[in-house]
């Protein structure tokens, strides 16, 4: 059965250690239900000619027209699995990360924080260089689902600004920070931020709890299948340590990680 991240949050709320595993950005609490995968405008194209964005990247594949908004799986009739990265954290740890699928020949999506954005620019290019896919984390990682309509707009686009600066699109996914999944005013400011889809995830790695990487590796091949998109995080040595065991096991299960928009299209 899938771990419930509530239950483990509960039981871990006490410690202190908690806290530390969770600097960055490694509160978004819940896994989200499994939905019927589904379509957004553009993906991230390379930025135009003297910006600072990478030089390369293929167009990604157009999603299908009938897509919903909320996605958080892919089809379950083919062999494909998206590894959903929480961009916050050291550089290097990305670049590790980054490397490791490269080398596998797999492809991840990264859900970037605007302010690890301003801290880190040259990670927007590395990303797109390496055929990974690039979406919005909102602004500063806050509890989106308590804010105002307006506060949740500008964390939304302020990221969005920083995506568009750096690669000349906002990217096609938006996650939203510490929550479920989009509620009703958080989805109405993304769409109006330009964003046709939340994305969710259906297997939570429970990375963010630091719980060395064998834990991480089993939390995730015990529960992945065919269309499954995985909640992971930059920023925590467990998850690099992790990421070949995963990779490998993802290959004797017969699936491969793909791009969020290579999983449902």
Do not use: K
């Not at 990478?54 to 379950?76: K, M, N, R, T």
């Not at 979406?135 to 686009?157: F, K, L, V």
């Not at 699936?255 to 999983?263: G, H, I, K, Q």
């Amino acid at each position: 059965m899938p771990l419930d991240r509530r239950s483990v949050l509960r039981r871990l709320a006490g410690a202190a250690a908690l806290g530390a595993a969770v600097s960055g950005c490694g509160d978004d609490s819940h896994p989200s239900a499994i939905r019927t995968p589904a379509a957004a405008p553009g993906g991230n194209t390379p930025a135009p000619s003297g910006s600072s964005g990478p030089s390369a990247g293929a167009e990604p594949p157009p999603l299908p027209a009938d897509l919903p908004f909320h996605v958080a799986s892919g089809p379950p009739d083919r062999p494909g699995v998206a590894l959903t990265f929480h961009g916050q954290g050291s550089a290097e740890s990305a670049d590790s990360l980054l490397g490791l699928l490269e080398a596998a020949g797999a492809r991840g999506t990264v859900l970037a924080v605007g302010s690890w954005l301003d801290e880190q620019p040259r990670m927007a290019g590395r990303v797109l260089a390496g055929g990974h896919e690039l979406g919005n984390h909102t602004m500063n990682h806050g509890d989106i689902s308590t804010m105002s309509a307006e506060r949740t707009y500008a964390e939304i686009t302020d990221c969005a600004d920083r995506l568009r600066r750096l690669t000349g699109s906002i990217g096609r996914w938006f996650r939203p920070s510490r929550a479920e999944d989009c509620t009703p005013v958080v989805s109405a400011q993304a769409r109006r931020a330009g964003y046709a889809h939340c994305l969710g995830y259906d297997l939570d790695s429970l990375d963010f709890t630091d719980p060395g990487p064998t834990a991480v590796t089993r939390t995730v091949l015990d529960n992945v299948r065919p269309g499954s998109v995985v909640s992971l995080h930059f920023g925590h040595p467990g998850t690099v340590a992790a990421m070949p065991a995963i990779l490998d096991g993802l290959r004797t299960r017969g699936l491969r990680a793909v791009t969020m928009s290579e999983l449902v299209t």
